[in-house]
């Protein structure tokens, strides 16, 4: 099967809508079209692999075989080395069935206090999978420090904890644009264009 996207219709295979914004803001300059994964009701699988790339990778192959088109998903979360590398691919569960980054945030700060070392980074994988159920991954970072009280209101998940290595604001601070230009998921967003929209 040829493996092209041009003049096909994408699936964002995420069912987070801060991703979802951000990958189809990533996606608007290229003219594709593309479906949400919760707008076409697929399910949300279980993410059972135990790095990005394996939690990308069945993310993607479960919605391009469910819809029969191919699927773009990304699978993301914030690493903290003096936390042994959590909350790590453990991001999103640390907010609880409830899905509250107020609490994921706390835990973090809970558990970095009196550690000198604030380093984080965020990581994203980006997965491209087809209907046949062959995968392809991209990974992108970003590196910067935590801070605490939380700020600024833009973004989602832990924006308001990270600034950027360089950088005063928090990704919470800066407006959708800025964030773009140096943000994890813009990186492997960079990569996947490359291989797959005539670099
Ligand atoms: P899908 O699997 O449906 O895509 P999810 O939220 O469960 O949604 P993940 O398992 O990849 O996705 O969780 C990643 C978490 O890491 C996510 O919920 C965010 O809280 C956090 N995260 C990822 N990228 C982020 C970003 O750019 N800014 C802030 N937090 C981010």
Known sequence: MARTLTGRRLVVATHNRGKLKEIEELLAPLGLATAGAAALGLPEPEETGTTFEENAALKARAAAQASGLPALADDSGLVVPALGGAPGIYSARWAGPTKDFTVAMKQVEAQLRGESDRRA????????????????????????????????????????????????????EMAPADKHKISHRARAFEKFRAAYLNG
């Open 121 to 172: 980074a965020f990581v994203a994988v980006l997965a491209l999978g087809w209907p046949d159920g062959a995968v392809e991954t991209f990974r992108g970072e970003a590196h910067g420090s935590l801070v605490w009280p939380p700020r600024g209101d833009k973004g989602f998940g832990y924006d308001p904890i990270f600034v950027p290595e360089g950088g005063t604001l928090t990704f919470g």
